[in-house]
């Protein structure tokens, strides 16, 4: 299945149309005990019972292995949670994979096949990206067998069928339909870092990330110099509808944003929606874009200087700047919506309904009910900006220092306990303020065992920080702040509360960190 255009010099995206299977074909047993143990399984503690809604295979140019990836359904989840499932089977081992190993098919013999989690073999990651590269390719969709005691017995839920194939297109454009990543009808693969042709050379894959598995690929020129490095995101956990990272990042690439790293390619996946049987959903399952390896993230720099006194304030401004361009290229690319009467009603609402939720498992909150809700009424009544795509989960930790560009911002996909439909949907610029002020806070009490007894010199290096931030913003944006302030501290306040409810949940210690912020924000609002 195609969308959209056929654009003949477009490149860089791919839409696989996974084959329905109907009920699903039962994955075997070592699969499902072998995913329970991994990072980005969602139901902790259990062991899934995985049944195959769909595959598609990746063609490899090396002779012995088969590459396969099946969108996987979790019947013993109470939710109807889709995973992402690469797999490579190789004839002989891969050196140095052990702890990528699945599982080893008739060992011992002639006929012994090694089943690898496919993020960590190099066959799988080369096969990514050309995949991403070709203007249009065809693959063979397979459907699963239906009879699970046989599909068992055999062993083949893992592996490209031996049954005759279905040759599905698959189109590589940069036009699609409105349900794909590239709408402009400009090419992204007339970025200059990725024009030249490369050839690859090795990948890694980057620890102790917990929904998605990033792999690094080195490749290099025709006259073998290294080229520029890609981090390909393989998304486990995979939802109906469009990703942000992925749509947010095009749209800044095709502004000629110099404040993101530059995109290369995304895979567009097509399967039968569990969810609503019947219905075709559409939604990412990769993302590559460019590496950036020597670049130190904001948080790790504002920490060193924090604890050697150092001024940051430079540094703050030109940050605040940055996030100034980056709200105005969006604005210019993507759809905005004027703050209506019934828009800024509804944000309200969401808002409200968050603090009940904070006040409900952070029960220390509940003394400041009536002041919380008299930020929220000043907010109500202030000057709202149009609404428009931000960043969405916006802090020193998504922002790089990159040699001679200055800062560059990372992870569109917005805050994890919001819904998909949230994070895709207009917001107020403000939102991504009030989270880059927050993390400047953070600083101050990451500094001390005790967050809430930060030294008074840590505290006014935070402030300053704060004051430098805001005023690069405002330079470069022209907002006035004075007239907005109401909302800000709205925002600082919302985005304090799930941060209370996030350090509840995941790090109890650092609570006090956005309690100390909840109670100025609710003091000042007196």
Sequence with gaps: MIDGDHAPNARRSANPDLAPTHRGSALPDYVNAWVSTQRWFGNKGQVPALRSIGHFSLDTAEPGISIRIDLVLDTASLGLTLYQLPTTERVRELPNADDALITVRKPGS???????????????????????????????????????????????????????????????????????????????????????????????VLSGEQSNTSIIVQRVDAAGAPTTPIICKVFRIIHAGENPDVTVQAALARAGSSRIPLPFGAILGQWDDPAEPGNRAVGHLAFAQEFLPDAPDAWRTALVAAAAGTDFTGPAFRLGQATADVHQDLARTMPTLEATPEVI?????????????????VPVLAQYRGAIEAVFVRAETASWPRLQRIHGDFHLGQVLDVKDRGWVLLDFEGEPLRTLRERTSPDIPLRDVAGMLRSFSYVSGAMSSAPDTATPAVFEWAMACRNAFLKGYVERSGVRLADQSALLDAFELDKALYEAVYETRNRPTWLPIPLVAIERLVGAAH
């Design 345 to 361: 009603a509804e944000q309200m609402t969401k808002m409200r309904l968050r603090c009940d939720q904070a006040l409900y498992e």
């Design 110 to 204: 002639a006929q012994a096949r090694y089943i690898y989690d496919a993020a960590y073999d190099p066959a799988f990651a080369a096969a990514l990206l050309t995949f991403m590269e070709r203007q249009a390719v065809s693959a063979s969709i397979t459907p699963p067998p239906t009879d699970r005691s046989t599909a068992s017995a055999r062993g083949e839920d893992l592996r490209p069928g031996s049954a005759a194939p279905t040759s599905v297109p698959f189109s590589s454009t940069a036009r699609f339909s409105s349900t794909a990543p590239f709408s402009s009808t400009a090419p992204l693969s007339k970025i200059a870092a990725f024009a030249t042709p490369a050839r690859f050379v090795s990948s890694r």
